[in-house]
C-alpha cells in the first residue's frame, strides 16, 4: 500500500458517496443501538427503497449526543447543512424520508445550544461520519496515511521524537508523557517486544474508549500499528473487556479488514515491517485496567498486579518489553504523525497537550461524549457543552476520574482542564469519566458508593486494599446510618493514609481519593450525619432505611 | 572491570552497607542485623510484595517501596524505620486480625504464629477497627491437614510453596477482594484434591491456618526453613556435587 | 498517702484473667499497702462505687446487661484497663459472631437438652447481635491482651502505674498469651 493507492481508494469512496442526494446516517453505537437503532436502519432502509430518493442509508458509530438517541444525522449532498435528529423511532421513518427534499421533521430535532461549542474532535474526527466496520471509509478520511508516511517516509526514532514534541500524556489517567515511554520500550533490549492497547475501561460512569473502539476501530489498529513500528515490536494485544460485546465484534472485523488491506501481517505496505494484534477478552476485573494485572491476565494468569519496577517497558509480557498505551492514546497517534507534533502541541495547555475524551453523566442535560481541548474549564464543559443541570437543580459537584477520583465543588469549576489542575483540587484526570451531581446527591453516600466499588474491584492481594477498603466501606456506612462517632471519622481519615500509602497498585493508592475529596469539600455533609443523624439531601435514611441500597440507587440513577 | 560495578554501597538507617547488585534491601538489611518485619516473604519463595509490612522509605522517592522486591541501587538511603512506618505497620497488622476469626487462645499455632509475633514484636495491644467475623469454612477432609479459613491471612505462601518447590499448583487464590480464599485444585476438598500430601504448605503458613491434625492439642511449631536447606541440596544436585 | 481505689470487673469472660490476678500470690500483699478493693467478684461489695481510680475489666461486651454495666463503670472511673483478649478483642465469646445469638440458643438450650427444653428469658438479660471488646463501647486508656495476662504482667503493670510510669505492654504480653 502506497498513499496513491490510499487515494485512489479515498477517491472510490467518494464516487460512492456522489452517488446519493442524502445520506442517512443512523447511530449504531451502544447507547442508540440499546433503543434498537438498528431496527429503526432496517425500517429507514425500507423506506427509502420504497421511496425511489436517491437516498444511502448506513450506520455510523456514536454521535456524542447519548441522551437524545437513537440519534439520525442527515446529509444532503446538496447542502452542508446537516440534520440531526434525536429520539427518532421505527415509526418516525416514514415521515423522515419524506421529510428529505422537504422541511426537516420539526419535532425530531435535537436541541443541541451549546453541545458543540468549544468542542474539537480529533479522537472522535470519524466517530458519527464513518461506517466502523469498512476500513475504506476510514481511509477516506485520510485513515492509514499516517502509518504509511511512518513506514516509508520516517524511522523509528523519528516517529517517537514527534510523539514526545506532541505534548501527548497518556489517556488512561495517569498521564506519563507518551513519547518518554515509547522512546524506554525503544531503548529496552528483548529478543520481543509487545504493544498492548489497554480497552479495559471500567470506571463508572466512562464509556469513551467503548466508543471509540465501536465508532472508528481503524484509528487505534493504525496507531498500535504505528507504536509498534516505533518500538520494534511485532507482536500486539488489545485487551478489551468482554463487556463491550459490540467494540469486540467490531474490533475484530475490523482486524481481519486491516490485514487484508495490508496494514497488517507481514511486510506491511511492502517494507520489512510485521505486527499483528489480537484480541483479548477481559473477564470483567476493573484491576485489569492496571498494567501489570492486564499483562498477567493476558498471560492466562490470575488478574492481580505486582509491584513496580520492573515497569513493563523494560519486562512486561512474558519478562519481555511492553509498551502499553490506553485505546484514547493510541487514538491520537494518527493525527500527530499525519499533521505533525507541533499542530498537536499547539492545542491544549503547557503541560497538557491535545484534546480529551470525556463522558458526561449524571444530573446533566446533554449526557453523552464530548472531546474538548485541554484548558477549557470545567463550567464550560459542565454548564455550556453539557447543558447544566436539568430540572432546575441546583449543581453540586463533578466527579471525575472514577472510583480513584474526587469531587470538585463550584467553586473550582472555573479550572482550566488538564492533568495538574484536577490533582491540586484532589480529583485527577483519570480516563475521562464526569459525573455531575446535583443537589439531590448526598456526598457521604458517593463517597461509600466508590468505596463499595473499590472494595469489590479489590483483587484482595496487598492487605491494606482488600481489608482496608472493606473497614473503609463499613466506617463510611455507619456514617451513612447515622451510628458514626467522631472517633470513626478519625479511624476513617487514619485508614485513608494508610491504604492510599501502602497499597500495592494504583486501586487501592487512589481508593480512599473518593473520601478525601468529599472530606476536602464536603465536611460538614460528613459532620451533620454524625451530630444530627441529618442528611441535607435526603438519600441517607440516618438509621430508619437501608442505605447501602440508597447509595447505589442514588449513583446508578 | 565488570565485576567491580557488579557491587552497590548504600545506606540503610544510617549504616554503610555493600551489596550485590541483584540484592534487595530486605536480603541486605537482614545481612546487617537490620529488622524489617515481614509476613508474605520467606526465603526460598518468590516475593509478591502483598503483606506491605516490609515498605521502606527510599530518600528522593515520594512512594514507600516493599524492601523484598527493592533492589539495591548505588548510593542509596534507605529508612525502615520511622514513626509513620511504625503506624503504617501497625495497621496492616490491625486489618488482618480484624477480618477473619483470629482467636489465639484458643489457635492451634498459638504460641507459633508469625502474625501473632508480629502483632507483639509491633506493639499492637488491640484492633482499633470492628471485628468483620465472616462465616468460613474449616476444611477437614485431608487426611493429614486442616485448612482453616478463619485463620488465613491470604499471604499466598501455600500457593507459591505448592506451584514453585513442589512443583503440583494444587492451591491457588479463589474470589477477589474481601472474598478471596486459598483453595485446593478448582475448589474441591483438600482431601479429594491433586495433593500429594508432602506438607510443605503446613511448614510455611505463618498462622494456624493450615495444620497438621496429629498436632492438635499440643505446641504446632513450624520448620519453614526446610526451604532454604531444600534449594541448597537441590543446587547441588544440579551441579553434580 | 490515701489508697488507690481499685475495681475489677467480671462480664463475659471464663474468670481466668481474675484467676491469673490471684495468682500474684504473696505479691496481692505488698500491692495492698498502695490499693483498696473497692469492688470485685473477688470481694463482696454489690454497688460498683463513684470515683473508682482504677478499674480491670475481664471480659467482652455480650448482653445488654454487659453494655449497661460497662457504661456505667466508665462514667465512675478515671482510668479503665481492658484486661485479657475477652475485653481487648472478645475472643472465645465472639466466636459466636459468625452465626448470631439465635442458631446459639438453639444449640445450647434446645438441642442439647433432653428434657424440658427452653431457652431461658425470665431474669436474664438478652444476648447482643455481636460480641464486641469493651473498647468499641467505652473508650478504654490501657489494653492488656493475654488469655490469661500473667501474673507477672499483672504485678508489672500495676507497679508500673502506680509509680506513675507508662508500662510497655507489648513487651509484657500478647494475644493469646
Not at chain 1, 464536603?522 to 442528611?535: A, V
Request: proline residues 5%.
Amino acid at each position: 500500500m502506497t498513499s496513491e493507492e490510499l487515494l485512489q481508494i479515498a477517491e472510490t469512496v467518494q464516487a460512492e458517496h456522489a452517488n446519493f442526494d442524502y445520506e442517512v446516517n443512523v447511530c449504531m453505537g451502544t447507547g442508540c443501538m440499546s433503543q434498537h437503532s438498528d431496527k429503526l436502519k432496517a425500517t429507514l432502509t425500507k423506506e427509502a427503497t420504497a421511496s425511489g430518493k436517491h437516498c444511502h442509508v448506513r450506520q455510523t458509530g456514536c454521535m456524542g449526543l447519548c441522551a437524545a438517541g437513537p440519534l439520525v444525522l442527515v446529509d444532503p449532498k446538496n447542502s452542508d447543512k446537516d440534520i440531526l435528529y434525536g429520539g427518532v423511532h421505527e415509526a418516525d421513518s416514514y415521515e423522515l424520508i419524506a421529510s428529505l427534499d422537504a422541511k426537516p421533521v420539526e419535532r425530531l430535532l435535537t436541541r443541541l445550544e451549546h453541545y458543540f461549542d468549544g468542542q474539537q474532535h480529533i479522537v472522535l474526527e470519524n466517530s458519527g461520519h464513518i461506517d466502523p466496520e469498512k476500513i475504506d471509509e476510514y481511509i477516506a478520511r485520510d485513515g492509514y496515511q499516517a502509518l504509511v508516511m511512518a513506514l516509508t517516509e520516517m524511522d523509528p526514532q523519528s516517529v517517537i521524537d514527534q510523539i514526545s514534541k506532541s505534548g501527548l500524556r497518556g489517556r488512561g489517567g495517569g498521564g506519563y508523557p507518551t513519547g518518554l515511554k515509547w522512546g524506554t520500550v525503544a531503548k529496552a533490549i528483548g529478543p520481543q517486544k509487545y504493544v498492548i492497547c489497554n480497552g479495559d475501561e471500567g470506571d463508572p460512569g466512562a464509556f469513551m474508549d467503548r466508543s471509540v473502539l465501536e465508532s472508528d476501530p481503524q484509528r487505534v489498529i493504525e496507531g498500535m500499528t504505528i507504536a509498534a513500528f516505533a518500538v520494534g515490536a511485532s507482536k500486539g494485544y488489545a485487551y478489551v473487556r468482554a463487556e463491550y460485546p459490540l467494540a469486540v465484534s467490531r474490533l475484530t472485523a475490523s482486524l481481519r479488514e486491516a490485514r487484508r488491506r495490508g496494514f497488517l501481517g507481514n511486510n506491511i505496505c511492502g517494507t520489512a515491517f510485521s505486527f499483528d494484534i489480537e484480541i483479548r477478552l477481559g473477564a470483567g476485573a476493573f484491576v485489569c485496567g492496571e498494567e501489570t494485572a492486564l499483562i498477567a491476565s493476558i498471560e492466562g494468569l490470575r488478574g492481580q498486579p505486582r509491584p513496580r519496577p520492573p515497569y513493563p517497558a523494560m519486562s512486561g509480557l512474558w519478562g519481555l518489553p511492553t509498551l502499553i498505551n490506553n485505546v484514547e492514546t493510541f487514538a491520537n497517534i494518527a493525527p500527530i504523525i499525519r499533521k505533525g507534533a507541533d499542530w498537536y502541541a499547539g492545542i491544549g495547555t503547557e503541560k497538557s497537550k491535545g484534546t480529551k475524551v470525556f463522558a458526561l453523566t449524571g444530573k446533566i442535560t446533554n449526557t453523552g461524549l464530548v472531546e474538548i481541548p485541554m484548558g477549557m474549564p470545567l463550567r464550560q464543559i459542565v454548564f455550556g457543552i453539557g447543558g447544566g443541570v436539568p430540572d432546575g437543580r441546583k449543581f453540586k459537584a463533578v466527579q471525575t476520574g472514577g472510583p480513584s477520583g474526587g469531587c470538585i465543588p463550584d467553586e473550582h469549576l472555573d479550572l482550566p482542564v488538564s492533568y495538574e489542575a484536577l490533582t491540586n483540587v484532589g480529583s485527577m484526570m483519570g480516563s475521562g469519566g464526569m459525573i455531575v451531581m446535583d443537589d439531590t446527591s448526598c456526598m457521604v453516600n458517593v463517597a461509600r458508593f466508590f468505596m463499595e466499588f473499590c472494595m469489590t474491584e479489590s483483587c484482595g492481594k496487598c492487605i491494606p486494599c482488600r481489608a482496608g477498603t472493606a473497614q473503609m466501606f463499613g466506617i463510611l456506612s455507619k456514617i451513612c446510618d447515622g451510628k458514626a462517632s467522631h472517633a470513626d471519622l478519625d479511624l476513617l481519615i487514619d485508614l485513608c493514609d494508610v491504604v492510599k500509602h501502602t497499597s500495592l497498585c494504583g486501586l487501592g493508592m487512589t481508593a480512599p481519593n473518593p473520601v478525601l475529596s468529599t472530606l476536602r469539600y464536603f465536611k460538614h455533609e460528613y459532620l451533620e450525619h454524625i451530630d444530627h443523624q441529618h442528611c441535607r439531601a435526603g438519600v441517607c435514611a440516618c438509621g430508619t432505611k437501608d442505605a447501602s441500597q440508597l447509595a447505589a440507587a442514588e449513583v446508578t440513577a | 572491570m565488570s565485576v567491580a560495578t557488579d557491587v552497590k554501597t548504600l545506606v540503610i538507617d544510617g549504616i554503610n552497607v555493600s551489596a550485590r547488585a541483584d540484592q534487595t534491601i530486605l536480603e541486605v538489611a537482614r545481612e546487617n542485623n537490620i529488622n524489617i518485619p515481614t509476613l508474605c516473604h520467606l526465603d526460598g519463595l518468590s516475593d509478591v510484595g502483598a503483606c506491605r509490612l516490609c515498605l521502606v522509605e527510599v530518600k528522593g522517592s515520594p512512594k514507600l517501596n516493599p524492601s523484598c522486591v527493592l533492589k539495591v541501587e548505588e548510593g542509596m538511603e534507605v529508612t525502615t524505620s520511622s514513626d509513620r512506618l511504625k503506624h503504617y505497620r501497625q495497621t496492616i497488622l490491625e486489618l488482618p486480625f480484624a477480618e477473619r476469626n483470629h482467636v489465639c487462645s484458643v489457635c492451634v499455632a498459638n504460641g507459633h504464629c508469625e502474625l501473632q509475633s508480629l502483632g507483639q514484636s509491633q506493639g499492637l495491644t488491640h484492633v482499633r477497627m470492628p471485628y468483620r467475623n465472616p462465616q468460613l469454612e474449616v476444611d477437614a477432609s485431608h487426611e493429614r491437614f486442616v485448612v482453616d479459613h478463619n485463620r488465613c491471612i491470604l499471604c499466598t505462601r501455600c500457593v507459591r510453596v505448592c506451584g514453585e518447590v513442589e512443583g503440583a499448583h494444587v492451591w491457588d487464590v479463589m474470589g477477589r477482594g474481601i472474598d478471596s480464599i486459598v483453595i485446593t485444585d478448582l475448589c474441591d476438598p483438600w482431601g479429594e484434591s491433586s495433593c500429594t500430601r508432602c506438607g510443605k504448605c503446613v511448614q510455611v503458613c505463618p498462622t494456624g491456618a493450615l495444620f497438621d491434625k496429629s498436632k492438635v492439642g499440643s505446641p504446632h511449631p513450624k520448620y519453614p526453613e526446610f526451604l532454604t536447606n531444600l534449594q541448597v541440596m537441590r543446587e547441588a544436585s544440579r551441579e553434580g556435587l | 498517702m490515701s489508697k488507690i481505689k481499685v475495681a475489677t470487673v467480671w462480664l463475659d469472660g471464663c474468670s481466668g484473667c481474675h484467676m491469673s490476678f490471684l495468682d500474684m500470690d504473696e505479691r496481692l500483699i505488698e500491692l495492698s499497702s498502695q490499693i483498696d478493693l473497692v469492688f470485685s467478684p473477688l470481694v463482696d461489695f454489690k454497688i460498683y462505687p463513684e470515683n473508682v481510680d482504677l478499674a480491670l475489666v475481664e471480659g467482652a461486651i455480650s448482653s445488654v446487661e454487659d453494655e449497661h454495666k460497662i457504661k456505667m463503670i466508665r462514667k465512675r472511673t478515671k482510668f479503665l484497663i481492658a484486661m485479657g483478649d475477652c475485653a481487648v478483642t472478645a475472643n472465645v465469646p465472639a466466636m459466636r459472631n459468625p452465626f448470631g445469638p439465635e442458631p446459639i440458643l438453639e444449640r445450647a438450650y434446645h438441642e442439647n437438652v433432653s428434657t424440658g427444653a427452653q431457652i431461658p428469658c425470665v431474669f436474664v438479660p438478652a444476648l447482643l447481635e455481636k460480641v464486641r471488646p469493651v473498647h468499641e463501647f467505652v473508650p478504654v486508656d490501657l489494653f492488656l491482651p493475654g488469655c490469661p495476662p500473667s501474673a507477672d504482667t499483672f504485678y508489672t503493670v500495676l507497679t508500673d502505674l502506680l509509680a506513675g510510669r507508662t508500662p510497655d505492654v507489648a513487651s509484657l504480653t500478647r494475644f493469646g498469651a
